[in-house]
């Protein structure tokens, strides 16, 4: 089997509500679907979750925008790939490694693509390719945006009522707010669910991070996601309160989380199929991650129902994951079971929504990544200008 060609296609999906963390400034749902075309006329899918404004500490990996993605993957990548065996998994990243420094977004997406394209050819599911099915099932934990409190209370009780056991916050802009906020969603949603806080290096220093995180803890918290900037404030940070800490910006790469471990920077580490460029180098994260007793959850962007299936699959074969995954349930509309847990879209360009029970998606065992686009859905989403 060979790559052909590979196509990119921009798209928009309009979101359930509004979904604000502290440094974004760009809607959700505006991003890249990829078409891996190959000669025996079986077709990877893709997707490049791309936000200008995410790019690490300080900036290290820059943005990517659906303009960038487009340009990268149409102008170097498919010639560098055309002709390429794409169950060549290792090779195809060198070669992509070799033709552009840096882009992971657009790499994931190729990646995602070989990895469904070849799941079609060998009639498996992909995470067959990525070390066999470890469990059956993801637990979610369900994102609230920055929103009002009551919006938030009310949101929070919701998933509950569907079945969420765990609720991520998001926080970062104003701090006695945050404090607030975790009062009154420990109070509404009682003692037996989990409760984390994502400040995406959101307080300005240190102490200050110490300072909230400890006026927190009297209510519970499973986990401080990346409350600062940098690894070495980063570990500051974790040795000075008891709540976990878990790190997301500052951990793209396996070198990343190997400065994590030797600075003790972080006690949980968030792994993307995107950031360190697909789900091949994802497990090559998690082992770090392991070696080093880190355990994991997955999280994204808040994938269309093509990049989600990437998410599901990384998390069913790797047994470091124990966290809940911050994870959509890629629903179509009037498709599903209705309600709100782990819904960001009004919409996705999928055939059929993602299995959920009792907070879980059920893992697809169809063949590569078990998804089929609608493509009546990707013409009326796309977002070519």
Same mark, same amino acid.
Request: hydrophobic share 40%; glycine share 10%.
């Given at each position: 089997?060979? =790559?052909?060609?590979?196509?990119? =296609?921009? @798209?928009?999906?309009?979101?359930?509500?509004?979904?604000?963390?502290?440094?974004?400034?760009?809607?959700?749902?505006?991003?890249?679907?990829?078409?891996?075309?190959?000669?025996?006329?079986?077709?990877?899918?893709?997707?490049?979750?791309?936000?200008?404004?995410?790019?690490?500490?300080?900036?290290?990996?820059?943005?990517?925008?659906?303009?960038?993605?487009?340009? $990268? @993957?149409?102008? $170097?990548?498919?010639?560098?790939?055309?002709?390429?065996?794409?169950?060549?998994?290792?090779?195809?990243?060198?070669?992509?490694?070799?033709?552009?420094?840096?882009?992971?977004?657009?790499?994931?997406?190729?990646?995602?693509?070989?990895?469904?394209?070849?799941?079609?050819?060998?009639?498996?599911?992909?995470?067959?390719?990525?070390?066999?099915?470890?469990?059956?099932? @993801?637990?979610?934990?369900?994102?609230?945006?920055?929103?009002?409190?009551?919006?938030?209370?009310?949101?929070?009780?919701?998933?509950?009522?569907?079945?969420?056991?765990? @609720?991520?916050?998001?926080?970062?802009?104003?701090?006695?707010?945050?404090?607030?906020?975790?009062?009154?969603?420990?109070?509404?949603?009682?003692?037996?669910?989990?409760?984390?806080?994502?400040?995406?290096?959101?307080? /300005?220093? /240190?102490?200050?991070?110490?300072?909230?995180?400890?006026?927190?803890?009297?209510?519970?918290?499973?986990?401080?996601?990346?409350?600062?900037?940098?690894?070495?404030?980063?570990?500051?940070?974790?040795?000075?309160?008891?709540?976990?800490? &878990?790190?997301?910006?500052?951990?793209?790469?396996?070198?990343?989380?190997?400065? =994590?471990?030797?600075?003790?920077?972080?006690?949980?580490?968030?792994?993307?199929?995107?950031?360190?460029?697909? &789900?091949?180098?994802?497990?090559?994260?998690?082992?770090?991650?392991?070696?080093?007793?880190?355990?994991? #959850?997955? #999280?994204?962007?808040?994938?269309?129902?093509?990049?989600?299936?990437? #998410?599901?699959?990384?998390?069913?074969?790797?047994?470091?994951?124990?966290?809940?995954?911050?994870?959509?349930?890629?629903?179509?509309?009037?498709?599903?079971?209705?309600?709100?847990?782990?819904?960001?879209?009004?919409?996705?360009?999928?055939?059929?929504? *993602?299995?959920?029970?009792?907070?879980?998606?059920?893992?697809?065992?169809?063949?590569?990544?078990? =998804?089929?686009?609608?493509?009546?859905?990707?013409? *009326?989403?796309?977002?070519?200008?």
């Amino acid at each position: 089997m060979k =790559i052909t060609k590979i196509e990119t =296609i921009p @798209i928009r999906l309009p979101t359930r509500r509004v979904h604000q963390w502290a440094s974004l400034t760009t809607p959700i749902g505006v991003y890249v679907i990829i078409k891996l075309h190959t000669d025996q006329g079986l077709v990877g899918l893709g997707e490049a979750p791309v936000l200008k404004d995410w790019g690490g500490d300080y900036g290290k990996y820059y943005g990517e925008t659906p303009q960038t993605t487009v340009h $990268i @993957i149409n102008d $170097i990548l498919s010639p560098a790939l055309k002709g390429q065996d794409p169950s060549r998994f290792e090779s195809i990243h060198a070669l992509m490694d070799k033709a552009v420094k840096g882009y992971p977004y657009c790499k994931a997406a190729i990646d995602a693509a070989m990895y469904d394209v070849v799941g079609k050819a060998l009639n498996v599911p992909a995470y067959q390719l990525l070390g066999g099915l470890f469990r059956e099932r @993801i637990p979610i934990a369900h994102s609230l945006g920055l929103m009002e409190i009551d919006k938030a209370v009310a949101e929070a009780l919701q998933a509950k009522a569907e079945g969420v056991k765990t @609720i991520k916050l998001k926080g970062g802009v104003d701090q006695k707010r945050d404090v607030e906020l975790v009062k009154q969603i420990r109070a509404a949603i009682g003692a037996d669910l989990k409760i984390c806080v994502d400040a995406n290096q959101g307080y /300005p220093t /240190p102490k200050a991070a110490v300072k909230i995180i400890k006026a927190m803890e009297e209510y519970g918290l499973l986990y401080m996601e990346q409350p600062v900037e940098g690894i070495d404030r980063m570990a500051e940070v974790t040795r000075r309160v008891d709540t976990p800490i &878990m790190a997301d910006e500052s951990a793209w790469t396996p070198q990343d989380v190997l400065e =994590i471990v030797q600075k003790k920077a972080a006690d949980i580490i968030s792994i993307y199929t995107t950031k360190p460029g697909g &789900m091949f180098k994802a497990k090559k994260v998690a082992a770090i991650a392991e070696a080093a007793g880190l355990p994991c #959850n997955v #999280n994204g962007s808040v994938e269309t129902g093509v990049g989600n299936a990437a #998410n599901v699959h990384l998390a069913a074969s790797t047994g470091v994951v124990t966290y809940g995954c911050v994870v959509p349930v890629s629903t179509p509309k009037g498709k599903g079971k209705g309600g709100i847990a782990g819904i960001y879209y009004q919409d996705d360009i999928i055939q059929e929504p *993602f299995e959920y029970s009792d907070g879980e998606i059920i893992v697809s065992s169809r063949p590569g990544l078990g =998804i089929e686009l609608d493509e009546d859905k990707i013409e *009326f989403y796309r977002a070519d200008s």
